[in-house]
């Protein structure tokens, strides 16, 4: 069959000419010290769990379908493979895989769980949310359950709102879950953007500050409404799947209907100098220095985007943890399943700096400050160990 480079129809529309002016003053940003130790402050991260598809996709397999050469994928994006979710399984479910595996590692059973904060961008319902299926999936208390919007900063987002629930004394553990199946949102005959995502869920346990774990020492959130046309999603007719030849993964339910756009390099240019600013910052914030910062794991985008803001920040590219090479870029799920990843490898060590940082489509951007402490990782892999 002819190998596809830019979509069909919907490919000069997806071509964003839009230039977006992200140069200006940065606006108001929320920022927050907890307080450690103070009341209602140091909150804990008590536990992590991710949870990947096992359906395996290589730049090889790529190349079978698109116009496109795992030369360029990789010198562009770092990027080797992916995880697809196979037909069996949902969003509903990644996520209740990579719960699972949080609770378990945090020896918390789901009925200690008052609090469920999901995060998404490939949503398969506009509602019920995610939350409120796993809630009863899980079989949790009848606490507060909703999704948060915040594209690839949603994990951060959660993270933050879980915070603002304990130290309001409204809950008492949260459990944030990030859940993405990428491959239900790209146009797999649009190789500008198929190449880049994957599919793949991680979950936080968040407790007080008298429960064990990692603390959280700063955070921020932020967004620039004014980038909101980078990075979207528009209606695609007909649907993509629809292409003759194409492997099965290719042709599940739209997300929605609806498709990846994004302009590329204003992504680029926002993603590297947020990156930086938000690392130094939250330094700030936590009265050191960004050398005494001990790993940052960003939103695993790219590796261009890694290796720039690294170089920009004067890190070895060793203090940045990164598996995108291995999961391609799985949205808002990125941050907790490179983490768990790395803590499970032996990467976190109790008294490191841990920077979780993330940005995108809005556009978002958060980022938080932990103290590492020992704390429970579990990752649910059916390949087994990378
Ligand atoms: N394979 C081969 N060629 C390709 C592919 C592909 N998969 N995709 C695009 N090309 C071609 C283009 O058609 C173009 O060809 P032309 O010159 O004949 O027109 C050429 O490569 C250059 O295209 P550009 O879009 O200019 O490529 P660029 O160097 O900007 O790299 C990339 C594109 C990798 C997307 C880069 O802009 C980038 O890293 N952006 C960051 C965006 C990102 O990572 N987004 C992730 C989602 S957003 C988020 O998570 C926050």
């Given at each position: ?31 927050a ?5 103070g009341?209602?402050?140091?909150c804990?991260?008590?536990?992590l ?38 037909p069996?399984?949902?969003?509903l ?11 378990a ?42 999704d ?12 933050a ?15 944030v ?23 793949g ?8 500050p ?128 490179a ?48």
């Amino acid at each position: 069959m002819e190998r596809l480079r830019h979509g069909r129809e919907v490919g000069r529309l997806r071509n964003l000419g839009v230039v977006v002016n992200l140069e200006g003053p940065m606006g108001p940003v929320w920022r927050a010290n907890s307080t450690p130790g103070g009341p209602g402050g140091g909150c804990r991260v008590m536990g992590l769990g991710s949870a990947l598809p096992s359906t395996r996709v290589t730049n090889a397999d790529l190349e079978g379908f698109l116009d496109t050469s795992d030369e360029w994928i990789v010198s562009r994006t770092g990027i080797r493979e992916r995880r697809v979710a196979g037909p069996e399984e949902n969003l509903l479910s990644l996520a209740a895989r990579s719960a699972r595996a949080c609770l378990a590692a945090a020896s918390v059973s789901p009925q200690e769980v008052d609090t469920i904060i999901c995060s998404s961008s490939s949503p398969d319902e506009t509602f019920p949310s995610l939350a409120c299926r796993l809630q009863a999936e899980l079989g949790c208390p009848l606490g507060p359950a909703f999704d948060i919007q915040a594209a690839c900063s949603g994990a951060i987002y959660g993270l933050a709102m879980a915070q603002s629930l304990i130290q309001s004394g409204m809950s008492r553990r949260v459990l944030v879950v990030a859940a993405e199946i990428f491959s239900r949102l790209v146009d797999w005959s649009d190789r500008s953007t198929a190449v880049l995502f994957g599919d793949g869920a991680g979950a936080f346990l968040v407790g007080g500050p008298a429960d064990p774990g990692s603390e959280i020492l700063a955070l921020e959130l932020g967004a620039d409404g004014r980038g909101a046309a980078a990075l979207g999603t528009q209606a695609v007719s007909p649907d993509p799947q629809s292409l003759p030849g194409m492997p099965d993964y290719t042709s599940s339910q739209r997300s929605l209907g609806r498709v990846v756009t994004m302009n590329g390099r204003e992504v680029f240019r926002f993603s590297t100098r947020i990156l930086e600013q938000v690392v130094a910052r939250l330094a700030q914030s936590a009265g050191m220095t960004t050398s005494e910062i001990t790993l940052v794991v960003p939103h695993q985008a790219n590796s261009r985007i890694l290796a720039t803001a690294a170089g920009r920040l004067n890190y070895p590219i060793e203090r940045f943890v990164s598996n995108v090479e291995r999961t391609g870029n799985t949205s808002s799920a990125s941050i907790p399943l490179a983490l768990a990843e790395g803590a499970a490898g032996g990467l976190c060590h109790d008294g490191d700096m841990v920077c979780l940082v993330a940005f995108g489509a809005g556009l978002t951007w958060g980022g938080l400050l932990l103290r590492w402490g020992s704390m429970g990782v579990a990752v649910d892999d059916p390949r087994g160990p990378a």
